[in-house]
């Protein structure tokens, strides 16, 4: 079973930076999709950034241009870079795994960022 350990959240002020990351253990596919959702309370959890094995990727409408989502070339492990960051980001950021085919996703324990204004 696909085990994912997330790094990186905090607390950082209006405008500023956080990269997180997430590592999958315990025999992860080659073919897989990982990426980050995010939830605050009251709301469902959204799509930050998703990114494909083979490179491909997807982002929510309210990070484009300030998230950046990588991965290491060979790896199961993905970052976010967050840049200009805004209160509105201030949520638990969840790493989550799916294999490419699967509708099923795994999640992690989830990270809390918060952004002070």
């Known amino acids: 079973q696909v085990h994912l350990v997330e790094s990186g959240g905090g607390l950082v002020q209006a405008g500023g930076s956080l990269r997180l990351s997430c590592e999958a253990s315990?025999?992860?596919?080659?073919?897989?999709?990982m990426g980050w959702y995010r939830q605050d309370p009251g709301n469902p959890r959204d799509l930050v950034a998703l990114?494909?094995?083979?490179?491909?990727?997807r982002y929510g409408d309210s990070v484009k241009g300030r998230f950046t989502i990588s991965r290491e070339t060979g790896k199961n492990t993905v970052y976010l870079q967050m840049n200009n960051l805004t209160p509105e980001d201030t949520a638990v950021y969840y790493c989550?795994?799916?294999?490419?085919?699967?509708?099923?996703?795994?999640w992690g324990q989830g990270t809390q960022v918060t952004v002070s204004s």
């Open positions: 315990g025999n992860p596919s080659s073919f897989n999709v």
């Open positions: 990114i494909s094995s083979v490179g491909t990727t």
């Open positions: 989550t795994y799916r294999i490419s085919w699967s509708p099923t996703n795994t």
